[in-house]
């Protein structure tokens, strides 16, 4: 049996679970106030305060770090890498306190994991950041040399359900073809073939459908257009990609459950701009189609929206099931996914991959 403790860091929260083997033991949410971070003044700076808060939860239910095969952290923005179960080591940490590739929460997953590993020789793992980056080289080209396609997505639960989605059709990973889309605040849309995503938008600067908070794919000159009429600063125009686009520009919230019950009681609008976000990421699901060539086994559905039966997975459904068989398992269980990818390590199914030789094969 292998003990393992996931830490997954949000800006105002660490969520902690304990697994043994499969099986979750014991998971919290520690609650950090803004007076208490306030004391630091960058994001990476609070590892050690978190250290802390995690080492006294693990104590109030009876359990030390030595008690743990391994320590497993959220992924944070670090360089595209290719998919897989990292040994966390000196140059990632130092490029994610550096906040060298971007500043996030996720970067103190990490950090935190690197800390304690060290003090109690216990090895520490990261598993599919967002930044994986796995695309073919053509689907990089964006139409102009100044300009490159990236690959930031929802890598961590994309993967996971990938598997579960493999394993119900009775195949490996490795050997199937599918699209699975992530419908959460960000929406992502992946080709995964044989066990790569060979092509994704990039969900998290607003590439691809529009989102409860993000704009997506807008039209071009419209936007550059406004961004040079001399209306509105830089922050504003961003917040409008990222935040205060999609479904809050249209109707106000990003909250998809009191959009439904606006349907539900009639209101036209809101089904309009629901049922338009469906038909864009409808229509992502048909370029991925042809990235695949259409030799697609099954469309997979997940994140927080895929909850949504009677109406998002509904639409969706009459969209593109001529496609390929349509799975469908709601919501995104990262800590599970984490521990799942250090499990595979520990047991042998997997080897951990070097950040440093995964780097240096990328130069």
């Known amino acids: 049996m292998y003990r393992i403790l996931v830490i997954n ?12 083997d499969e099986k979750l033991v014991a998971s919290e949410t520690l609650r950090h106030s803004a007076e208490e971070l306030s004391k630091f003044e960058k994001l990476i700076d609070q590892y050690e305060f978190r250290v802390y808060a995690i080492e006294g939860f693990l104590k109030k239910i009876g359990f030390d770090y030595k008690d743990f095969n391994a320590i497993v952290g959220r992924g944070g923005l670090v360089r595209p890498i290719p998919s897989g179960t990292y040994e966390v ?15 996030h929460a996720s970067n103190l997953g990490a950090v935190i994991a690197f800390k304690i590993s060290k003090e109690y020789n216990i090895p520490a793992y990261i598993v599919d950041p967002v930044v994986v980056d796995e695309m073919e080289k053509i689907a990089k080209i964006s139409g102009h040399p100044l300009f490159e396609r990236k690959s930031i997505f929802h890598a961590l639960n994309q993967k996971a359900v990938a598997r579960k989605a493999a394993e119900k059709l009775g195949k490996k990973y490795e050997e199937t073809n599918l699209i699975v889309v992530h419908m959460g605040g960000g929406i992502s849309i992946g080709a995964h073939k044989n066990g790569k995503v060979v092509d994704v938008n990039n969900a998290l600067d607003g590439d691809g459908p529009f989102t409860p908070e993000r704009s997506g794919t807008l039209p071009l000159t419209q936007l550059v257009d406004m961004c040079f009429s001399g209306e509105y600063d830089y922050d504003f125009i961003r917040k409008r990609i990222k935040g205060k686009g999609g479904l809050v520009a249209y109707l106000g919230t990003n909250n998809a459950v009191e959009i439904q019950k606006r349907i539900k009681d009639g209101d036209k609008e809101a089904e309009k701009i629901y049922k338009a976000m469906a038909y864009q990421i409808a229509k992502w699901v048909g370029k991925m189609a042809a990235v695949l060539k259409g030799d697609v086994d099954a469309i997979v559905l997940t994140g927080g929206l895929a909850y949504d039966e009677r109406y998002m997975v509904k639409w969706l459904k009459e969209y593109i099931s001529f496609i390929a068989p349509v799975l469908v398992f709601p919501g995104g269980d990262e800590e599970k996914a984490l521990a799942l990818g250090a499990l595979r390590v520990l047991r042998g199914l997997e080897k951990a991959k070097k950040y440093k030789e995964e780097v240096q094969k990328g130069a």
């Open 89 to 103: 080591d000196e140059l990632m940490v130092e490029e994610l306190k550096q906040g060298k590739y971007g500043e």
């Open 9 to 20: 860091p949000g800006s105002t929260s660490t969520k902690l679970a304990i697994f043994e």
